[in-house]
């Protein structure tokens, strides 16, 4: 097979679990030279795109720099990580597509579940990007960092890191096919989606490969070493456990064995005592850090630790939760005894007292017990131990068998029915699933356009709607009481000047009544079965609505669809605004829809999607998506910039004033009901974060919203 894999961790540059899973992966396809694997991953220190050697032809390596991408500063960080690889991945199948590029089509991508960087690309896909069509998309579930934020008792609400979680949860929930490396977190991600109302897509276990052992005799265990610590490879954080393994030995030590506790690893913040981890250990447990019992090593090379660990009693492994560790993979595959947390997937391979020690880590007595176990061993029982550990990783973690059944899984997919259903992370309400409307025999799309003195900027509107893709539309023009005599005399020659005869170009003259009444008067007027809103001043690229419209017929759950916006003005464009699937609760603190421009099921605007004229010009369009989330509807967001916003200095969004905190609190009073459904979340939501004046800014880094 030909597979493309997407990696924010890739040796040497970066290390990590998931970059000894990627550096297993690229030597077992570099062992089958009728496959071929590309790999993007990313360096940070490059000044733009390099396509590193390898020494098998089969292999390419592509790092990408994100800053060097230009939308860090506009999406975030990670966000910015996804959209590049979304589109240099489109990019390359368009070029193999045309036979520009001379590379096999991959039969699958693959991306790990981290950062939700896999999130666009699913969203294209579902989306129905033709060019990820066939391609089925694998997410492999190591251990989501939201879930890791969580364990590290991270305030889970704050920006950036909510939004992350939740892409996170997204591309789980879109995934063709979600590969766990245990059942341990399948089982774990299938809860988490369940309390949302969502559900696990297919899901299959396949534990992380190792490379086995060398051939022949192993290194000599040295069975009657004396041993003389217990240890820990890993980042000091507070969900890796090292506190509860203190705790335990602290009731060795304080009945007199003095055997020491080594941890390796990087320090990093410890939120709750809002220093290190490691400095809150020193301060916490001072008496046994200076009477040499609790040794802080820092960062070592993996060889040192090996040779030092032939003298260790045991390497402990005391996760609150761990996916598949490959701490443990390592050490078991080395012979090295280990005492591992029973949360989690080693337990899934490994049997307690054969291969190594599983206990409940949060049980101090038991966890101790563990330990008196490991130093009451002979050389013999531990020579024993070593061996039974080694052929069990031999056996269960296999690379090529690995490969063999994955390719396997993808190729089941080939015959898969086209989805037909969204994945929305907090489903609509069943009796807004509305089918798609039959063909229809006049329009297929109206276009509703508020228009108020907006002579100087109308024709680039309807410019960008002749060059739209989208056959059979017609254009709804709701003159709102025009004052201004240019702008009155303008709609005299539309037709003319735009190519557009009467049944193409409706104008509809009303007393000035503000944008949301003239809007809904459009949408009433309108005879095709889906609608679009369009302001007078703003713009559409020519795909926007036969994409959308694809959308909306795809799904039957999905009422209304938008897409990502770029901001323009007068000196052309200032920067994207990535907007995301319309659904609670996060929609109802802050506005992520283009909702000036979305495209409904005429159906679904008819029966919540009103405009509220006593709002008067100001968040009116966010409260009728708000009011389609009461009324149950869900909507979708292309991940494109397809919808143009005009910046101007005089628009009623940046004149408003006192009627945001006006308007925001008439939004929450009318929909009181869905503002207490999720109260909870609003208000963790709003300690953590403040008003939404302080992060609906455009271009904030991290946040999608602007």
């Known amino acids: 097979?030909?597979?493309?894999?997407?990696?924010?961790?890739?040796?040497?540059?970066?290390?990590?679990?998931?970059?000894?899973?990627?550096?297993?992966?690229?030597?077992?396809?570099?062992?089958?030279?009728?496959?071929?694997?590309?790999?993007?991953?990313?360096?940070?220190?490059?000044?733009?795109?390099v396509r590193r050697s390898h020494p098998h032809p089969n292999v390419q390596i592509v790092s990408l720099n994100p800053h060097r991408f230009g939308s860090v500063e506009e999406l975030g960080f990670w966000v910015s990580t996804g959209r590049m690889f979304e589109r240099f991945a489109d990019l390359l199948l368009m070029q193999i597509e045309t036979g520009m590029l001379d590379l096999p089509r991959p039969d699958y991508m693959e991306f790990p579940d981290g950062f939700g960087i896999g999130a666009l690309a699913i969203q294209q896909?579902?989306?129905?990007?033709?060019?990820?069509?066939?391609?089925?998309?694998?997410?492999?579930?190591?251990?989501?960092?939201?879930?890791?934020?969580?364990?590290?008792?991270?305030?889970?609400?704050?920006?950036?890191?909510?939004?992350?979680?939740?892409?996170?949860?997204?591309?789980?929930?879109?995934?063709?096919?979600?590969?766990?490396?245990?059942?341990?977190?399948?089982?774990?991600?299938?809860?988490?989606?369940?309390?949302?109302?969502?559900?696990?897509?297919?899901?299959?276990?396949?534990?992380?490969?190792?490379?086995?052992?060398?051939?022949?005799?192993?290194?000599?265990?040295q069975p009657d070493l004396p041993r003389d610590h217990f240890y820990m490879a890993s980042r000091l954080t507070h969900w890796k456990g090292a506190e509860e393994a203190i705790r335990a030995l602290e009731l060795l030590w304080d009945d007199g064995c003095r055997i020491p506790f080594l941890i390796y690893g990087d320090d990093a913040p410890h939120h709750a005592s809002g220093t290190s981890f490691g400095g809150y250990l020193l301060r916490r447990y001072a008496r046994h850090a200076d009477a040499g019992l609790l040794r802080l090593m820092g960062k070592r090379p993996r060889d040192l630790i090996r040779r030092t660990a032939r003298s260790a009693v045991a390497q402990l492994h005391p996760s609150h939760f761990d996916n598949f560790p490959y701490s443990v993979v390592e050490s078991m595959a080395e012979g090295t005894l280990c005492i591992a947390g029973t949360n989690g997937g080693i337990r899934e391979i490994a049997q307690d007292g054969?291969?190594?020690?599983?206990?409940?880590?949060?049980?101090?007595?038991?966890?101790?017990?563990?330990?008196?176990?490991?130093?009451?061993?002979?050389?013999?029982?531990?020579?024993?131990m070593a061996a039974h550990a080694r052929a069990t990783i031999a056996a269960q973690c296999d690379p090529q068998t690995f490969l063999d059944r994955k390719e396997a899984l993808v190729a089941s997919?080939?015959?898969?029915?086209?989805?037909?259903?969204?994945?929305?992370?907090?489903?609509?309400?069943?009796?807004?699933?509305?089918?798609?409307?039959?063909?229809?025999?006049?329009?297929?799309?109206?276009?509703?356009?508020?228009?108020?003195?907006?002579?100087?900027?109308?024709?680039?509107?309807?410019?960008?709607?002749?060059?739209?893709?989208?056959?059979?539309?017609?254009?709804?023009?709701?003159?709102?009481?025009?004052?201004?005599?240019?702008?009155?005399?303008?709609?005299?020659?539309?037709h003319a000047d735009h190519g557009l005869d009467a049944d193409r170009l409706r104008i509809l003259s009303i007393p000035n009544g503000g944008v949301a009444n003239a809007r809904n008067t459009g949408v009433r007027a309108a005879t095709a079965p889906f609608v679009a809103l369009l302001d007078?001043?703003?713009?559409?690229?020519?795909?926007?609505?036969?994409?959308?419209?694809?959308?909306?017929?795809?799904?039957?759950?999905?009422?209304?669809?938008?897409?990502?916006?770029?901001?323009?003005?007068?000196?052309?464009r200032i920067r994207n605004w990535a907007t995301w699937n319309a659904e609670p609760p996060l929609h109802l603190v802050m506005n992520q829809t283009n909702c000036q421009s979305l495209v409904y099921k005429r159906e679904a605007y008819l029966r919540d999607g009103w405009h509220d004229p006593d709002l008067r010009m100001f968040l009116d369009d966010w409260d009728g998506m708000i009011s389609l989330l009461a009324g149950g509807h869900r909507g979708v967001m292309i991940p494109e910039p397809l919808f143009g916003y005009r910046i101007r200095a005089g628009s009623i969004f940046r004149s408003g004033g006192g009627l945001w905190d006006i308007n925001y609190g008439k939004i929450t009073r009318k929909h009181a009901a869905l503002y207490d459904r999720w109260g909870a979340f609003l208000a963790a939501f709003l300690n953590v974060n403040g008003p939404n004046r302080h992060y609906h800014i455009a271009g904030k880094p991290g946040t999608m919203p602007r």
């Open 1 to 49: 097979m030909h597979a493309w894999y997407f990696t924010f961790e890739y040796p040497p540059d970066i290390g990590g679990g998931l970059a000894t899973y990627m550096r297993i992966v690229t030597a077992a396809y570099a062992a089958r030279p009728a496959s071929s694997l590309v790999v993007f991953c990313l360096s940070q220190a490059q000044s733009g795109l």
């Open 354 to 384: 054969r291969d190594l020690f599983l206990v409940d880590v949060q049980d101090r007595h038991a966890f101790a017990g563990a330990l008196r176990r490991a130093l009451a061993l002979d050389g013999a029982s531990r020579a024993a």
């Open 125 to 221: 896909k579902l989306c129905r990007n033709a060019r990820y069509a066939d391609v089925p998309v694998v997410v492999t579930a190591h251990t989501p960092t939201y879930l890791i934020d969580r364990f590290d008792q991270m305030p889970e609400p704050e920006l950036p890191r909510y939004w992350t979680g939740q892409m996170e949860l997204q591309a789980i929930a879109g995934a063709d096919l979600v590969i766990g490396c245990s059942q341990a977190i399948l089982d774990l991600l299938s809860r988490e989606l369940a309390s949302t109302g969502a559900r696990l897509p297919r899901a299959e276990v396949l534990h992380n490969p190792f490379p086995p052992a060398p051939a022949g005799p192993q290194p000599d265990p």
């Open 536 to 572: 007078a001043d703003d713009v559409v690229a020519p795909r926007y609505y036969e994409k959308a419209l694809s959308v909306l017929q795809t799904y039957d759950e999905v009422s209304f669809c938008g897409a990502w916006i770029e901001d323009f003005d007068t000196r052309g």
């Open 413 to 494: 997919l080939r015959n898969s029915p086209a989805r037909r259903s969204f994945p929305f992370l907090s489903p609509p309400d069943p009796s807004c699933i509305l089918p798609t409307p039959p063909p229809a025999t006049g329009p297929q799309l109206s276009v509703v356009i508020p228009y108020f003195n907006m002579g100087r900027f109308i024709d680039a509107t309807l410019a960008s709607l002749t060059r739209s893709t989208v056959a059979g539309m017609e254009i709804v023009l709701v003159d709102d009481g025009s004052t201004d005599p240019a702008s009155r005399d303008r709609l005299d020659r539309l």
